[in-house]
Structures are given as structure tokens and as C-alpha cells.
């Protein structure tokens, strides 16, 4: 079984874009404001948007079950305030449910947070815990710069963070690490914002001792964990000038990185440098880079071509990065699958 | 002969960094301004600097000349205002240019500029020149985030940079992409500030069109580049997605990467995916990362035996990376060698 742990809804009809767009209208001028229940999107379109677009294509590719989250570059924390976040993240949570339940064994939801900049972060406890209790969701994407390329939040080794990483441990669910659009220009948003974010989280996790307190945290890094893969010595050295344990020992336990990488050679050092156990398997299809490589003929995205073509992964280690690792890293996953027989 | 095109001044006597204090304690009372003419350091104080350090691990390891330049995390353009970082980057700079001095088969400088977030750009032309003309300098490093770790400056593309672009074509002058200390909580500077950048950098010159009004201006980034290696496939598919040309032609003949990646298997990846000529060697010795590791028993930062021990390149491949590609790509280091007969 192929479990894809990172991908999100790009593909919503254009009436959710253009709900958001008189919502964001509506900070200057309160009289646009869209009630919630002014979207109507059919089941039927919600299925066209789904079998044309990431159920094609994991058929094609054989990947059997995505879990599914809001757009990652709509989160767009920085607009508004709570309140708008609050009525957003609730529409885009409730989007990704009704696919999780018209293809219960293909997609199952990750919750999109109402996170907003300078507010306290267990205001989004609400919306994560009816995600997880009422549709079932498995996941949370946890945005660690509302702000938008301004990084104005504290570390996620801060304080201000605890309150959702005792929900997320007591719920057991996973957060993969994941920034929104870039509203700064030095940061181009899936070409450099993602990737930062990911290394800066990473090294946040490393300068702290948040595992020591939340010994079952579970942090996935996404797009490969950015540049950390690559400059593992660096990271490894870091480490030592800081006198923190080995990472094995320090992050390893608690920190995931997913198999976002477009090339070969990408794919070839994570499974080289990373233990497989801390491996999970994602595409983000269709998300930033949704053409074909000229050097190889296939999607850039397509993932399992180079899992499956690494010489790193023994067969029982595919398994771990394709299926064992995501039952778990998710152990509300697990129990699904379980429930449908799986 | 091993060129190393990165490496800085972070063992300067203790007294520089006690003039550093002093004039950032002036900043907020006037009466503790320290003159230039109080800093005092020896010939004799320099040399035990270097000989101790920097010189002694070259011989260890084996390379033959360092592009040295004031240590980069001391630049700190964000501390007071244009004067203040005048005063100092013109400290900084003479005392790598002593160095020169001393050992001129050893070392060759490049310079800091005096930057301040918001100041013209072009205010950093006058030290340059000085640096170029006065001292023999053969690169300048140019910092893409004098607000150190805030990115209140515009992107490299602006053309808030080209007085610079300008002056560094005039005086046939790479220049190194390479941000100071972080004052910004959520970067640590040399785990995610630095890598940060690089991507950052090289993402905002994918998005542009820099080198069609340049096209022979020559930036190196740092770090093996940050995360690009990593993600090169990314990096081709986002160019295609913005339709602009092969990254061959749209960036290589203009951008270079470093060797500045502590693992055997980041240097295999790096000479793997980027082409030979745009590689250049280099450690960051003493840098960021000084410890030896567990795992080979040899210093992280011992770039040298990464290189030595790839199978991705041929002896002649080998000679770029080490010599070739430096002195095409600094034009006044290749002119001083050939002057000094090398």
C-alpha cells in the first residue's frame, strides 16, 4: 500500500477562490463580508475537481490513499485577523472532509489551522479538535510564520506553542511543519519560503529541548526537510558545538521529513543520509512544480519513480517509507486503515 | 594548486572585538566613540592569528591560498547606521588586507561593504574601489539582508543593487551572496539564516532577469548553495513553470556554487546535479562548524577530502574545482598568481 502524507486540495472549484476573495474584500469594506454559507460547491463538482486532477493521477502513478490538506499557499494567515482565519480554515477543513468521505479509501484529512499573527496560538484548539473528532482527520499542517515572510512568531521551541502541541499529544496527531504564501518579496513562496521554513524549523527544534517536554511530539518536515538532508554534516557539527546529544537521539525520535524532492539525486541522499525509519513518502501532487522533467519524460513530481529507483532502499525498507512509517507517525491513520479492513 | 575562495577573518585578535563594543556602546552614548586610531593591533599579534589558525590547517590540509574576508557574522549591517558600518568595514577590511600582507602567497582578500538597511546601495561604491584599487582585493561579499534576518531589502534583481552590479563589472569583481548574524529569534545564523539566504538568493535571480542587463556579473553562493543542489529538480521545474530558459543558460553562466557542505555525500550530490565549471572550493575554515566528526575522525570542515573522495570527478574535473573555476571566475586573482608566477 502507497501512502502519499502530503498533499493538498489546489484543485477546489473556483468558488471557494472567489468566497475568499469578497472575504478579503470585506476588511475594507464589512458590507462585501460573505456569510459561510454563501458557497455552494456540489458534490459533483467537488468529484469532478477530484477525479480529473489527484485521483488521475494516483492511479497513474499507484500511490492508493493521500492525506489531504487545504491549500497550503490559500492559508494565508496573515490576512485579517482570528476571525477571518477562524471562518476560512473552517470552510477549507470542511472542503477536504466531504472528499475524505466521497473517497474514504483514497483521501483522509489533514486540519488546516486559524492560526493569525500575534494571537494566541490555543485559539485554534477548537477548530483542530473538531477536525479530528467530527471528521476524522489524522493530521494538522501547523504554519510556523503566520505572518507570511516576516517571521515575526516565536520559535515553535517556544512557550507559545505549547498549548497545541498538548492537544496534538493528547489527540496524537502529527504536525507536518508548513508555511503558507510568502507576502514578503525577498521570498519567492514555493521556491524559497517553503524550503526556508523547513530548514528553520528544523534548527529551531535543534537549539531547544522541545522533545524533553513533549517526549511524543511527532514533527514532520516537509519538501525533504529543505536543505537540512543536504548539509546533515552541518547539522550534525551544529549540534556538537551546542553539546546536544546526537541527532538520532535528540531529534530523531520526534522529526519526519517527506520524500518532496524532484530529482533522483535528491531523493538518492535523503534515503542515504536519513534513517529510513524517519522517511515517509509524499509527491505534494499537484501542487508547485506540476510539469514534466525533459530529462526524464515523467512529472517532476512523481515521486515513487524515485523511491522505487533509489539502490539505498532495501524492499522491506520501501515498505516503511511507503506504508509502515505513516501507520506510525499517524496513529489515527493507522486506525482508519484498520477499521476499513486495510 | 587549492584555492580556497571562502574563508574569514573569525580569529582576529580580541581587541577588534572590543573596538566592535565600544562603538555600538557609542550608539547610544557619544562620549564612548572609539577612534579608528585606537584600535592596536601588531604585525606580531596578526601573525600568531594566523599561523595558530587558519594557516596551520591549511598546511594540515593542504590548500595553498584562502579568499579571506572580515568574518562574516561580525558584519552586522543592522547595528547603527551608514557611518557606523563605514567606520567599520574599513577596520575590518585592512586588517584582512595586513593579512595579505604578511602572507601574500597565503591569502587574498575580498571585501566587506559597509551596508546599512535602507541606506543607497551605492554609498558602498567608495570602500570597494578603495578595497580593489588601494588593497589588492579580488571579491566583495554582498549581504541580500543588511536588516539581518528581517529581509526589509528589496530582492537582488532590484535595481536598488545595480550601482553595485555596475562597479563590480567595471572592476571585474565577483561577489559572494553572504548574510551576517540573525537578530531575528526564529533564525539561528549559521544553521538556517545562511542557508536560508542562499536559496533565497538564488530563487529571487531564477525569478528575474538580472543577468540579461549583466551578463558578465559573477555571484558565488555559499554553502553548496543552501538548498538548491538538493532541490534541483524543483529549481528547473519552477523555471519552466515560469517560462524561462534551461537554469544551463538562464543562470550558469553567472552563478557559482561553493563547497562549503560538511558530508561526503552533500559534495557527492553537489558535483552530481551542478555542472563542474560552476563549482568552486572552498571550507569556511574556521568557521561555522569546527569540530572533528564522530562518524570519519576528520574535521567537518575538512572540504578537501569530500572532493578527494567523490567518484563524481576526474582529475581534470578535479583541477576546476580547485583552481580553474577560481580564477575564471575572480579575474584579479588569476592576474595576481600570474604576477607572483603561479
Known amino acids: 500500500m502507497i501512502i502519499d502524507v502530503h498533499g493538498h486540495y489546489t484543485t477546489a472549484p473556483a468558488a471557494l477562490g472567489a468566497w475568499r476573495d469578497l472575504q478579503i474584500a470585506s476588511l475594507k469594506d464589512p458590507s462585501k463580508a460573505p456569510k459561510p454559507s454563501d458557497l455552494k460547491i456540489s458534490d459533483d463538482e467537488l468529484r469532478e475537481s477530484i477525479e480529473t486532477n489527484q485521483l488521475a493521477k494516483m492511479r497513474e502513478r499507484g500511490s492508493d490513499l493521500t492525506v489531504f490538506s487545504p491549500r497550503a499557499s490559500f492559508m494565508a494567515h496573515h490576512i485579517g485577523d482570528f476571525q477571518t482565519s477562524a471562518t476560512w480554515a473552517a470552510i477549507c477543513n470542511e472542503l477536504c472532509f466531504r472528499v475524505s468521505q466521497l473517497y474514504p479509501r483514497h483521501f483522509i484529512g489533514a486540519a488546516m489551522l486559524p492560526q493569525s499573527p500575534g494571537v494566541d496560538a490555543a485559539t485554534c484548539i477548537p477548530e483542530l479538535e473538531r477536525c479530528v473528532k467530527d471528521y476524522g482527520f489524522v493530521g494538522v499542517n501547523l504554519n510556523p510564520d503566520p505572518s507570511g515572510g516576516h517571521w515575526t512568531s516565536p520559535p515553535l521551541t517556544d512557550r507559545y506553542w505549547y498549548p497545541l502541541y498538548e492537544k496534538m499529544a493528547e489527540l496524537e496527531i502529527p504536525a ?26 528544523f534548527m529551531q527544534c535543534l537549539t531547544g529541548d522541545l522533545f524533553k517536554d513533549f517526549p511524543s511530539l511527532k514533527l514532520l518536515i516537509p519538501h525533504g526537510g529543505g536543505a537540512v538532508p543536504y548539509h546533515w554534516g552541518r547539522f550534525r557539527g551544529l549540534a556538537q558545538e551546542l553539546n546536544k546529544p546526537l541527532l538520532d537521539e535528540h531529534l530523531l525520535n520526534n522529526i519526519f521529513f517527506d520524500t518532496c524532492v524532484y530529482h533522483q539525486p535528491g531523493i538518492d541522499l535523503l534515503t542515504k543520509v536519513i534513517p529510513v525509519k524517519n522517511v ?31 539502490a539505498n532502499l532495501t524492499e522491506e525498507e520501501r515498505f516503511l517509507v511507503y506504508e509502515g512509517n505513516a501507520r506510525r507517525v499517524f496513529p489515527r491513520l493507522d486506525a482508519a486503515l484498520k477499521a476499513q479492513g486495510r
Chains 1, 2 share one sequence.
Open 280 to 310: 515517509l513518502f509524499a509527491s505534494e501532487m499537484i501542487g508547485a512544480v506540476r510539469g514534466v522533467d525533459p530529462q526524464t519524460g515523467h512529472y517532476y513530481d512523481d515521486t515513487r519513480r524515485y523511491i522505487d529507483g533509489t
Open 176 to 201: 507536518m511543519i508548513h508555511v503558507s504564501t510568502s507576502c514578503n518579496p525577498c521570498f519567492h513562496t514555493t521556491g524559497a519560503h517553503y524550503l526556508n521554513a523547513d530548514t528553520t524549523a
